[in-house]
């Protein structure tokens, strides 16, 4: 199955300022998956990344808020914008391995004061 | 993607076999019935998954109903390792992703 790379794997950041998630994986998948897991809480899907087109996201999430990007089929990119203490979760990306399921990186755990 | 209901945690005994029960009535004809655990800090991590047949691998089996409106994740032989949040999901995978409900909290006692 694939291996997720996920950077920075936790971070403190100020209220209002935005940080960039990295996710690579080590074989090239048509699609990548962000998830956001707030605290005590289950996983909840905010948007899937194609590359090569604008990634397409769930309802309550928008694109102002968590831009992606996506430039190849190795590596996406989520940005949680204007951040404000309510953005303080884990946030991980995931990509789908035929016959094996979905594998997810280790996650980002954000925290914001 | 079909809801499903799971307990909201179980208990079981090191070594033993532990049984997790899944509820899925509404799942369409071509999902897959996928389970995930999480560990303490850790991502999901896959576990099995199949479609109408019961399968086997080297982490668990998965026994699904003849209806699919059900299906029981069996860990053989329990390890406290085994102690994580089970999620059941129902999905047609590519770009459905998957939709994680509250998931079962299984606890292994030494």
């Known amino acids: 199955s694939a291996v997720i790379s996920q950077k920075p794997s936790r971070d403190i950041c100020q209220r209002g300022t935005s940080l960039t998630i990295q996710c690579q994986v080590d074989s090239q998948v048509t699609m990548m998956f962000w998830y956001r897991q707030q605290p005590g809480q289950s996983l909840t899907l905010i948007a899937t990344?194609?590359?090569?087109?604008?990634?397409?996201?769930e309802s309550g999430f928008v694109i102002d808020k968590f831009p992606i990007s996506r430039p190849n089929l190795t590596f996406s990119t989520l940005t949680v914008s204007n951040m404000s203490p309510e953005d303080s979760s884990i946030y991980l990306c995931?990509?789908?391995?035929?016959?094996?399921?979905?594998?997810f990186g280790s996650g980002t755990r954000l925290t914001v004061v | 993607d079909a809801k499903t209901t799971q307990p909201n945690s179980m208990e079981s005994n090191e070594e033993e076999p532990v049984h997790l029960p899944c509820n899925h009535s509404?799942?369409?004809?071509?999902?897959?019935i996928h389970w995930y655990r999480q560990l303490p800090s850790q991502g999901p991590e896959y576990v099995i998954h199949g479609l109408t047949s019961n399968v086997n691998n080297r982490m668990a089996s998965l026994a699904i109903a003849e209806d699919r409106k059900s299906s029981t994740l069996i860990l053989h032989r329990a390890t406290l390792r085994d102690a994580a949040v089970y999620y059941c999901i129902n999905s047609g995978g590519g770009a459905d992703g998957l939709t994680f409900g509250k998931g079962t909290h299984l606890i292994i006692q030494p």
């Open positions: 509404t799942i369409s004809g071509t999902d897959y």
């Open positions: 995931s990509v789908e391995v035929y016959s094996y399921g979905y594998t």
């Open positions: 990344a194609n590359q090569g087109s604008e990634a397409t996201y």
